[in-house]
């Protein structure tokens, strides 16, 4: 690939590193722009343009290619500004696509929640199977780092990445769909028509569904023509699979879900039984994934990840005949938590701290649907973390799924999880010792 002009990279996050890191070795006297839309873009050889400055720089012709960060939303009016200059806008992605994607088996995996853990999933069974295969996206490498590494490339996909993907993958996956950055994408709607763009186009394409996407309308229109699905598993495959998954480190009936998905699309192109029952017993569960972790009696459960009613639901269905302890709330996203605070209760839930922004409406609707479940407010995870330890007796498994994004309070949920750790290992180090 040869570019005639400047390029400008849009953010300066892990993909933009890769971008940068490609562009210098295909092109190595390549002119390379960055803009941020706030802080300051340490990338080496670049040259940061203001954020204000940049429709002046594309009215002058500065540029003629951004690539664009995952997390920056395609719907920016400043990418509309470039368009209407012949600024085309493209992806870490999409770059890997015009460059690496001939002559491979992809596999493109998305969905609302478990997408990480179904491509994990899938990446062990082809290995297990003696599989060239190789893993990428928001979990492994970053498109372009895994360039031609590999004959079966699985992608991991977010919303962001599959509303512009302008390849097609031999497999997709669906894993489900519930609203979910709808900031970004500025419409729920939106959101589904961004994350169903992996499967809701034209060509040659065969697609596999979760449990949970199955039974979606909008999946199923997206899907277009049944006799795109990969065949079911035999029942004597799936029940190999679920017995495999009941002695494994999967938790949770949504984590069988997982595997049986991962099951279906490995031995779709090429994977052996044994190698899908060898990379199910391989799995480890993903760091903040329902990350467990032990202080004496008290079971502690990281699942900082849980960005949506959804998620936290199926945290609390992994632990049956549990005292639970809750600690939701974060970002608010608009999401509807009705349902979830009408289930806690039957689900074990005898005590609940919430966190700022969406917590103080699940606050309410508890203390109205279930009176039973002692609910503290917190204003931070510190306190909600110092408030639980005071009422210790009331539970034997505290899990942070907070159904929300942390960015009101953490940058990411990397460091949510990490520091409820911490503080779980400061406030109950004396039940443990």
């Not at 763009?197 to 899907?223: E, F, I, S, W, Y």
């Not at 017995?243 to 494994?248: E, G, K, L, M, Q």
């Not at 699942?303 to 992994?318: G, Q, R, V």
Request: aromatic share 6%; proline share 4%; glycine share 8%.
């Amino acid at each position: 690939m040869r570019f005639d002009a400047p390029v400008l990279l849009y953010g300066a996050g892990k993909e933009a590193l890769s971008t940068r890191a490609f562009l210098k070795a295909s092109q190595p006297d390549l002119k390379v722009f960055v803009a941020v839309d706030s802080g300051t873009a340490d990338i080496a050889e670049t040259e940061q343009i203001a954020i204000a400055d940049l429709p002046d720089a594309m009215a002058t012709g500065r540029f003629g290619l951004i690539v664009k960060s995952p997390g920056v939303s395609r719907y920016k009016p400043i990418f509309e500004t470039a368009r209407s200059h012949g600024i085309a806008v493209t992806s870490n992605l999409n770059l890997w696509g015009s460059t690496f994607r001939r002559g491979r088996t992809v596999i493109a995996i998305t969905g609302t929640k478990g997408k990480s853990t179904t491509a994990t999933l899938t990446h062990l069974m082809l290995v297990q199977s003696r599989i060239d295969a190789g893993l990428a996206g928001n979990v492994g490498l970053a498109p372009l780092d895994i360039a031609d590494k590999h004959q079966v490339v699985i992608f991991e996909l977010s919303s962001y990445q599959t509303a512009d993907m302008d390849f097609l993958p031999d497999v997709a996956a669906i894993t489900n769909l519930y609203p979910e950055h709808v900031d970004w994408h500025g419409s729920v709607e939106r959101y589904y028509a961004d994350k169903l763009h992996l499967v809701d186009r034209d060509g040659p394409l065969t697609v596999a569904l979760g449990a949970a996407a199955k039974g979606n309308a909008l999946v199923a229109r997206a899907v277009r023509d049944h006799r795109r699905l990969l065949r079911d598993l035999t029942p004597e495959e799936a029940l190999a699979i679920e017995n495999a998954s009941a002695h494994s480190r999967l938790r949770g009936a949504h984590n069988l879900d997982n595997a049986l998905l991962a099951a279906q699309i490995a031995l779709a192109v090429g994977g052996t039984m044994d190698g899908v029952l060898r990379g199910i017993a391989a799995f480890r569960p993903l760091p903040h994934r329902l990350e467990e972790h032990r202080l004496a009696a008290l079971t502690i459960v990281d699942d900082s990840i849980s960005t949506t009613p959804e998620a936290t639901k199926a945290a609390l269905a992994a632990y049956p005949g549990r005292r639970i302890a809750l600690i939701v709330g974060g970002h608010e996203r608009e999401q509807d938590y009705a349902e979830l605070a009408g289930l806690l209760h039957g689900r074990g839930v005898t005590t609940l701290a919430t966190l700022p922004v969406t917590g103080l409406r699940l606050a309410q609707q508890v203390r109205a649907a279930a009176p039973q479940i002692e609910v503290v407010e917190a204003p931070t995870l510190e306190d909600a973390i110092s408030a639980l330890a005071g009422l210790r007796t009331r539970f034997d498994t505290l899990i942070l799924s907070p159904g929300a994004p942390s960015y009101n309070q953490f940058k990411n949920f990397e460091q949510r999880g990490d520091r409820f750790v911490a503080l779980c290992r400061e406030h109950f180090a004396e039940s443990a010792a």
